[in-house]
């Protein structure tokens, strides 16, 4: 069997439990060791504390496993060589035996698999700046499109094009929604200027359009926006200084394909002197408790 669920995981989906996946690109290649395992368990902890199973999702040895023991998530946080895998390269990386972290795209798919159906994480991949040129887009998008899950997210980065990315998942008919908020959220910062057209202000209503979703045939999967708590947010202006210098060097170098992403994210904790990480910490804990109480709700 390439996909293994870990025992609490397997046991909160047979009794119809509440269960949220949680990605590992975020631990792999989203944080510096040792502080991206101290973030591993706090995730974890979150989602525990609001009601619901945490489903670290990540491959390991060619396994794919939808819920981790404390020891393999020590190994994708510490371990040298683990790779990022979209969902295009989990059948490669499954064939050598090899060790991975699944990115937004490979999650939503594994989740899908298992029969979890919302899943927290940070920041989603999307339209690069300059797509019209290199045509840089993410498959996170079109795995949003086809993976029934609910994605909790602080929006996206604006190393991305936020306006080419609302109109991508709006043609892959992928609900976006704000939670409590009007504009896509730039993940630092909580608004764009890029408005989005639905918005939810509770989680007991965001649990309805999950279920109409599903009621009414629309087989993928949902986009919920939930911005960066204020008290964490960063200043919008500083923010994009790192990101310009950021893709300066990412192109002055060729950096290009799936190294791009996790070289400007890089550049970012760098320029900013690590003013990033607290401000990352504090939205990935917010959407695992947004996450968990969806979790709890959709299992009224
Ligand atoms: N954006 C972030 N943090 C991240 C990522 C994106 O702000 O950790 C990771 C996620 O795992 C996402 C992936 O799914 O990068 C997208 O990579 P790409 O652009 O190569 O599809
Ligand atoms: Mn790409």
Redesign the pocket.
Known sequence: MNIQLSASVSQALANGDPVVAL?S??IS??FPRPRNLEVGKLLEATVRQHGAVPATIAVLDGVAHVGLEPDQLERLALEDGIEKC?ARDLPLVSAAGGSGAT???ATCHLAAMAGVKVFAT????GVHRHAERTMDV???LRQLATSPVVVISAGA?SILDLGLTLEVLETYGVPVVGLGCDEMPA?YTRTSGHFLTQRVDDIETLAKAVIAQQSLGLTGGMLVCNPIPQEAALDADEVEGWIQAALAKAEAQGIAG?A??PFL?GELVERSGGQTLGANIALAKNNAQVGARLAVELCK
């Open positions: 990605e690109t975020i290649h989203g979209s990115t937004v795209a940070g920041g989603i991949g993410s498959a996170d980065k993940f799936k791009l992403t994210l």
